[in-house]
């Protein structure tokens, strides 16, 4: 919590002494009239109002290799977390006790739609509001897969937030790796080089398909190429059935900055244990582009 606090004072000794008040009176950097901290006092009252625990932008995957029912499940997934007893049990745990969050869907590198903008989170009414508006758009499927793209889209979205948080964090689904647009890496770096922090969800519910470019070991592609940050995870998804139950756990932890059990585990100055342009290399040896 912030200590807010300001000094207020009317000398009249001089006055009523009849001395020099001329240097007595001059106000100085140490007073301040009435009016001038009654503003003091508004403005930092709106700073206080406008304090978060964090800032959360959720980054969803519409691609066309996630069939329907997966994004039906996806957007439940993340309506109910947002509503459930837990995620408002953390949310009351943070020293401000809400957060600010805007979730967004994507696909290719010029494909992605805001579907909630910014909102604050602070108790059931605020969550059911944002859980309603997740639920209400209607879903839908595109082509390609361009993580760089997400989080290049993500990026500036924390400079039109009203909200100012203790931590920025991207909060990233999907189940191929990037295809389109600039490199992954690239773009994760970009994000760290701004304090942000990035996440991720790695979809593996499905057995690798040559026809959707999935790979075996998408979980290590997200932990080497693409999460970053200090205590950033990744928590994969590979049965549909925990589908749900994952994304309440990363948001569990999210809004309370805790990190899994397991943290990823990665060795600097390495190369990663996979290829972090294997989405690309897939897509060019495919379709020749």
């Known amino acids: 919590m912030r200590l807010l606090f300001s000094i207020g004072a009317v000398l009249v000794a001089g006055m009523l ?19 001038r901290r009654s503003q003091s006092q508004r ?15 959720l980054a969803v995957d519409v691609s066309y290799s996630m069939d329907m029912d997966e994004l039906a499940v996806q957007r439940e997934g993340y309506a109910q977390a947002i509503q459930s007893k837990e995620f408002l049990q953390a949310l009351k745990l943070g020293p401000n006790g809400r957060i600010a969050v805007t979730y967004f869907e994507w696909a290719a590198s010029s494909d992605q739609k805001m579907i909630i903008p910014w909102r604050l989170v602070d108790g059931p009414e605020t969550a059911d509001a944002v859980a309603a508006e997740i639920m ?49 890496t690239v773009a994760r770096d970009a994000a760290l080089e701004k304090g942000i922090v990035i996440n991720g969800l790695p979809i593996m519910v499905k057995e690798p398909s040559y026809s959707t470019m999935d790979i075996d070991n998408l979980d290590l592609y997200y932990e080497d190429c693409v999460i970053g940050g200090p205590g950033s995870f990744v928590i994969t998804i590979k049965d549909r059935d925990k589908f749900k ?30 290829n972090c342009l294997i989405g690309e290399k897939i897509w060019s040896d495919r379709w020749g582009r």
Request: aromatic residues 4%; glycine residues 10%.
């Open 17 to 35: 002494a009849g001395g020099d008040v001329a240097g007595i009176a001059a106000p100085g950097p140490k007073f301040e009239s009435p009016e």
């Open 43 to 57: 403005l930092a009252a709106d700073k206080d109002a406008q304090a978060v625990d964090v800032e959360l932008i």
């Open 136 to 184: 209400k758009t209607p879903i839908r499927r595109a082509s390609r897969t361009s993580i760089s793209g997400a989080i290049t889209f993500a990026m500036p979205l924390f400079d039109e937030d009203p909200y100012r948080g203790l931590r920025r964090v991207i909060d990233i689904s999907g189940d191929g790796p990037n295809n389109n647009g600039g490199p992954v």
């Open 245 to 274: 139950e994952a994304i309440r756990t990363k948001l569990l932890m999210e809004v309370a900055g805790r990190t899994p059990e397991r943290p990823v585990m990665r060795v600097a100055d390495k190369e990663p244990r996979v």
